[in-house]
């Protein structure tokens, strides 16, 4: 018997959805982590300069493009929808008696399994590119533009460790959770524009991202629903990102400009919980409808079958787009032509997109069966190597984010932040070295 198609295996998949599931959230997140690829592949700018190979960042070849920031930037919605996602489980899990060592594992094994073979490919290329005498700027640059997508896995990994605490906060306090840490990260930013206290900002990452997740539990619980509710919200959202934007002291780009010293992302600032606010009001004021769409079983199917691989596409797009440029610069630099943000560079973007979406198909299917399940751990794995592999695999997650996978140790790697994730993922119980430990042990018994 052939096997099924990925469309025919969740066309099967969404005729068993139960109708209490919300499909608009399993919408949102699609559409979320979409955005961001498409931003990704939009942003990016290879052109020749004086003869010679450039990347440059629309954000700073056309300031104007910054406005587009506030359309493109949709990790709120991922960290709201997320809040909704991580409550309705837990709260599940809880009726069923379920641990939360076998919760987290479940959870985790979707976020961490697919990174492994992402960093195992980018360290192998660094080495070989890194033995054919390529320049280390090239192999930081190249590296470090692959893996920018794996700061979100550092920080929303955190998040989904605090869930019992977040959620018990939740129940008992209510919004003023969701208040609290809105306070924290404005504190953090007076220190930061006013008193020059840059270091104490970075805590703006769990303040920030803690309370947009949870946003996700006040639409869970139904605090926060339809037009009545949902339109203020968004208004003032979107009042309060231009305030802080035009008046205040913040950058218009709501993600980093790399020629700008001053960042609304890096750590975050106020204006992404003001975006977070105007995207949760106004994407909620179209629930109803959006629901009654996604009974249509095309909609919804093309839905369950892009979130059965939705880690595998955020994952891979940057570096699909980082091989491509490489190509296109030995073999074929006609195809840059134009310089950026001319009329008819804009105008080849689609066709850029089209491609980059092509390429990239091929790959996700290749490696997403580490985003399914593949190599879980335990049915009760212990909490301290939960623990402390996430912590290990969160920190080496953020530093090859910032820097990539070349480094001045062998083979001109960054040894410490790529065996921080091995590590950590194996001490978790997953990834290759912890299925190999598992096929040993009954053998040493």
């Not at 006609?334 to 089209?354: E, K, S, T």
Request: charged residues 10%.
């Amino acid at each position: 018997m052939a096997a099924k198609s990925p469309w025919a295996l969740a066309a099967d998949m969404a005729a068993k959805t139960p109708e209490s599931r919300n499909r608009y959230v399993d919408f949102l997140r699609m559409l979320s982590i979409l955005s961001v690829v498409i931003g990704h592949w939009m942003m990016a700018a290879p052109y020749f300069e004086n003869s010679q190979p450039a990347i440059g960042h629309m954000l700073d070849l056309a300031p104007w493009s910054r406005w587009l920031t506030w359309l493109m930037q949709v990790m709120p919605v991922f960290f709201f929808v997320g809040g909704f996602s991580n409550g309705t489980s837990w709260d599940a899990a809880q009726r069923k008696g379920k641990s939360y060592a076998s919760w987290l594992s479940v959870r985790l094994q979707r976020l961490l399994g697919p990174v492994i073979p992402l960093l195992i490919v980018w360290a192998a290329m660094a080495a070989v590119a890194h033995a054919e005498g390529l320049s280390p700027q090239m192999i930081h640059v190249a590296s470090r533009t692959a893996l920018v997508p794996v700061w979100f896995l550092a920080v929303y990994i955190l998040v989904v460790l605090l869930v019992p605490l977040s959620r018990a906060a939740w129940k008992r306090w209510g919004m003023t959770t969701i208040v609290l840490p809105v306070i924290c990260a404005a504190i953090l930013d007076y220190g930061f524009f006013a008193l020059d206290q840059h270091g104490i900002a970075w805590c703006n990452y769990l303040f920030v991202w803690l309370a947009v997740h949870q946003l996700g539990y006040a639409w869970l619980d139904g605090r926060i629903h339809g037009l009545r509710h949902a339109l203020p919200i968004g208004f003032f959202g979107l009042g309060a990102l231009v305030a802080l934007t035009q008046l205040g002291p913040y950058p218009l780009s709501l993600v980093g400009v790399p020629s700008q010293a001053v960042s609304n992302t890096l750590p975050p600032k106020l204006p992404l919980l003001a975006l977070a606010a105007a995207q949760f009001g106004f994407l909620l004021s179209l629930e109803k409808p959006a629901r009654r769409f996604l009974e249509n079983h095309r909609a919804w199917t093309l839905t369950v079958l892009v979130n059965g691989m939705i880690m595998s596409i955020f994952l891979w797009h940057s570096t699909v787009m980082v091989l491509l440029i490489g190509l296109v610069f030995l073999f074929l630099p006609a195809a840059l032509a134009f310089h950026p943000g001319m009329p008819a560079w804009w105008a080849m973007r689609p066709l850029w997109i089209l491609v980059y979406s092509l390429l990239t198909a091929p790959v996700v299917l290749l490696f997403v069966t580490y985003e399914r399940g593949t190599g879980a751990a335990t049915a009760e794995p212990a909490l301290w190597r939960l623990l402390l592999g996430c912590f290990s695999a969160c920190g080496g997650l953020a530093f090859l984010a910032y820097g990539g996978v070349g480094g001045a140790g062998w083979l001109g790697l960054a040894w410490g932040p790529l065996l921080a994730v091995f590590c950590g993922v194996g001490v978790a119980g997953f990834g290759p070295v912890a299925r190999l430990a598992r096929k040993i042990r009954p053998k040493r018994r």
